[in-house]
Every structure is written in C-alpha cells, then in structure tokens.
C-alpha cells in the first residue's frame, strides 16, 4: 500500500499557474545607430521588427518542465510503500532465581537419575538446568547468595549462557550465612531496572536467614508492591538445628505476601514436582509486536527528474553537434 508521509507537499502543484498572471520579462538592451543599416539587413537577409521579442518554450520543453516539477513535488511528499503487517514475539517474562550457596548446601542427601549421590546445590543446578530450557519466552537472571547476595547473570534471553553460568557457582563462593532477606532486595533493584511488568523470582534456600540488612518479610511487602510473585523452594533438612535449620513460616509468608507459593523438597523428586508447580503456576509468556515495514519511494521520481533533465540535455547537445557538422561540411569544400 502507498502512503505519502507529506501529503501536504501536493498543494505545491498548482503553484506554477501562478506564472500565467506575472508580467512576462523583457530584456532591455541598447541599441546603435548606424548609416548603413539598409546594407546590413542586405547582406544579412534578416527583415527588421519593431518592439521586443518573447521566445516562447516548445512543446517538449514545456512538458519536460511540468514533468520534472510533477516529479518533484511527488519526491518531496516522501511516498513509502508499506507492506503487509508483520507480528513478531519478544519475552514477556522477567525470571530471576536466587540461589543459597551457604556451607550447607555441601550436604549429599540429593540423587540423580543416575542414582548418583550428590550434594543439594548439584541437584538444584540439575533441575534448574532443565527449567531454563523450557523458558524460551523468558529473560532469566540468577543471583546468588551466602553472607551477601550477589548478581551472578544479569537478565538474558539466553539459555544456554545461564546455564553455563549457573555450572560456573561453587558452595562458599558467597560465604558461609544465608541472607534470604538481602536477595530478595537486590532482586527488587534488578526488576526495577529491567522495566518489565511480568515479575516472577524463584528462591532456592537451605537455612533460615542469618543476619540480612532487611529482613525477608519486609522485603516480601516491598516486593510485593512492585507487582513481583516469589516462590520460595526449601531444599534443607526440616529436622536440622540452629543455622541450618530451615524456617517454613517465613518462606510461606513470603509467598503469601507476593502472591507466590512456599514448596519443601526432601529429594530431587519433589524438587523436580516444585519446578514443574512454578512452571504451571507461570507458564510461557509471549508479548506479540506488531509491525509494517516501509520503503522509501522517494528516489523513483528523483531518478526520473534527473533521467529527463540528462535526456533532454543531451538530445539536444546532439542536434547542436549535428549542426555544427553540417555547417563545417560545405565550409571545408569551399
């Protein structure tokens, strides 16, 4: 379809009628008196005329110019053809996972579907592993977090580099203290930066909090208002003691207060059962962007001004030249 971007530039098509109602111009040049004038006129064979003389345009030169200004005025309303409306999808979602990387995360009472014994962060990262894959609408973040909470990939629609990132952590890596409170903090700084509206943040935690600037529930209500759902994940020991003793009534509160979901899984099943949970409760989002795309026609009629313009010019040259010749012809036979 055809769109002129200024339509308005049409009303300059009239404006050369306007010259129909100027004075015509006349060139005044001075004139000399000679005795011999008769003698001249003879032996020129021009027949004299009195007033001035008002050379008219031929036919083609007239339509040449009405073209080019034809053209010009179609160049200077900027035509574009607009093409048939393209939809495509971008991610619609913004999924930040914080993980505990306390001291107690060592502790092997995970299996894998090897039967493989493993610790609790090696089947957190395994199940995580197989989140993420199924996420392709989402932008992924991941934060981890021990005595302090710590961005560890930074929002990406790249699955493969989160997962790799995700390898690359390490128990101990950010302390020994488990700041539940804290990452919940910076994960609420990183939605804010990242401006979507769809604002989902998993936690994976092993312990209770120890010792965070803001404690989980008041970050929770924060969260809360920034329209971020929290679901925290309990991968500890429900009978272990003291640091490493995991605090279900503040995950749930958590959950409760963001409208999230608090899940406790005692092996990698019900870790497994958690993810697929979230997945459910979250599925895909896809944000549809609908566009036309445009192509600039104005070249078209500035191409056909300069193609008339040159043609003109030289077809003429061309007579002129011919002229020329034809004159020299007899000239050299004399």
């Known amino acids: 379809m055809l769109e002129l971007v200024h339509p308005w530039a049409l009303a300059l098509l009239p404006l050369p009628l306007l010259m129909r109602w100027l004075p015509a111009h006349r060139e005044q040049r001075d004139s000399v008196k000679v005795p011999f004038f008769q003698t001249l006129l003879a032996l020129s064979g021009e027949r004299p005329r009195e007033g001035a003389q008002v050379l008219r345009r031929r036919r083609l030169q007239t339509l040449l110019v009405a073209s080019m200004w034809l053209a010009l005025v179609a160049a200077a309303s900027k035509p574009e053809w607009v093409g048939e409306p393209i939809e495509q999808q971008r991610e619609g979602r913004d999924l930040m996972v914080a993980v505990d990387l306390s001291g107690s995360m060592e502790t ?184 036309r795309p445009r192509h600039s026609l104005h070249w078209l009629p500035v191409a056909a001004v300069s193609l008339l313009y040159g043609s003109y010019h030289g077809w003429a040259a061309l007579l002129v030249w011919r002229q020329h010749r034809r004159q020299r012809g007899p000239a050299r036979a004399a």
């Open 108 to 291: 092997r009472d995970f299996t894998l579907p090897d039967g493989e014994r493993v610790d609790r962060l090696e089947a957190v990262k395994y199940v995580l592993d197989r989140l993420a894959r199924q996420r392709d609408s989402d932008r992924l973040g991941l934060i981890v977090f021990g005595s302090a909470a710590f961005l560890q990939t930074p929002f990406t629609p790249d699955q493969n580099v989160w997962s790799q990132l995700l390898a690359e952590t390490r128990i101990g890596m950010a302390g020994q203290s488990t700041v539940f409170g804290d990452a919940i903090g910076l994960a609420i700084k990183l939605f804010l930066d990242s401006g979507s509206e769809h604002r989902v943040l998993v936690v994976l935690t092993d312990g209770n909090d120890t010792g965070s600037r803001v404690p989980p529930v008041d970050a929770a209500r924060v969260a809360a208002t920034e329209g971020i759902r929290i679901y925290p994940i309990a991968v500890g020991d429900p009978a272990a003691v003291g640091e490493d003793a995991l605090d279900m009534q503040t995950l749930e509160r958590v959950a409760q207060l963001t409208g999230g979901r608090a899940f406790q899984a005692l092996d990698r099943a019900s870790l497994e059962a958690a993810s697929r949970t979230i997945a459910a409760l979250e599925p895909a989002l896809y944000e549809t962007v609908s566009f």
